[in-house]
């Protein structure tokens, strides 16, 4: 019975279809539903989280207050001194926030060096180490170079990271999409760094109510015209080789949709 309604309404929507225009024709076909993107989260409300390289703390507290994450430790690398100076005034409303739901602001942490860090090494190990946006900044004007210092930065990263990483743990970087940061080539410095891309996806900003990208110099006067979390990103997830993968957070399911690629090579 339920079989045949159906056939009888795709008949009605394929009669509509050729049929002149009139009002019926005008109409949505109710059949037809657009569906909206669904971002993908690459961590659970519950996991261990560290984040590395964070500018203003706006991703950090987007997880914590639209996320439910209750187990996280955010840095940075300047000096707090530097920090609020650089991201006046809106990191200092973000780190109390963090605080004030009592999870733990680290200033001065080396993506570079995260195991010979105290603070980072109490002995449980993290679930997710994020980094979004890795950047050592405009060291250089030539892209080469450039390239070469952000590849030593990622290297340097993930060697450190991989320490700190629970068994099934994951290491997600986010990156923008197109040149200069395809020349990083990250899945290859992953690869030879003793991980493998358990998945990549696109990075949707949205899902992050309250962040905002951060340039590692600090806000442009006036805000400017340039804003990163409008721009395509993607996110990597990176597990230690010979390791089965945990579900890497939600949506970890839905492959191939969302320009969802389980790699290697996607
Ligand atoms: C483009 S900003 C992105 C900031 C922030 N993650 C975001 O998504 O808005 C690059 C960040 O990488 C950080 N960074 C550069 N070198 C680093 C290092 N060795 N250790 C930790 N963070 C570093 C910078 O301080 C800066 O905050």
């Given at each position: 019975m339920a079989k045949q309604k159906k056939r009888r309404s795709a008949?009605?929507?394929?009669?509509?279809?050729?049929s002149k225009p009139s009002d019926e024709a005008h109409r949505p076909a109710k059949s037809v539903k657009v569906k909206k993107p669904q971002p993908t989260i690459p961590f659970h409300a519950e996991d261990r989280i560290l984040l590395i390289g964070?500018?203003?703390f706006s991703f950090a507290k987007a997880i914590v207050e639209h996320h439910g994450c209750c187990d996280v430790i955010a840095t940075c690398f300047d000096s707090k001194e530097v920090l609020l100076e650089k991201y006046q005034p809106q990191a200092e409303e973000h780190i109390q926030y963090?605080?004030?739901?009592g999870q733990t602001v680290l200033y001065g942490v080396d993506a570079t060096?995260?195991?010979?860090?105290?603070?980072?090494?109490?002995?449980?190990l993290y679930d997710?180490?994020?980094?979004?946006?890795?950047?050592v900044g405009g060291k250089t004007k030539d892209v080469n170079r450039q390239v070469r210092f952000n590849q030593e930065l990622l290297v340097k990263f993930f060697a450190a990271a991989m320490t700190l990483l629970a068994t099934s743990g994951t290491i997600v970087v986010t990156l923008f999409e197109g040149e200069p940061y395809t020349l990083w080539n990250i899945r290859?410095?992953?690869?030879?760094?003793?991980?493998?891309?358990?998945r990549s996806f696109k990075f949707m900003a949205e899902a992050y109510p309250g962040y905002s990208h951060s340039r590692t110099l600090g806000n442009i006067e006036g805000g400017g015209g340039w804003k990163?979390?409008?721009?395509d990103a993607r996110t990597y997830v990176f597990q230690k080789k010979g390791v089965q993968p945990?579900?890497?957070?939600?949506?970890?399911?839905?492959?191939?949709?969302?320009?969802?690629s389980s790699d290697e090579g996607g």
């Open positions: 008949v009605k929507s394929s009669q509509t279809q050729h964070e500018g203003d963090l605080e004030d739901e060096k995260l195991s010979a860090n105290k603070a980072l090494n109490k002995g449980e997710r180490v994020l980094f979004n946006f890795p950047h290859d410095l992953a690869r030879h760094s003793g991980l493998k891309v358990h990163g979390e409008d721009r945990s579900s890497g957070g939600r949506g970890a399911k839905k492959r191939k949709r969302d320009g969802d």
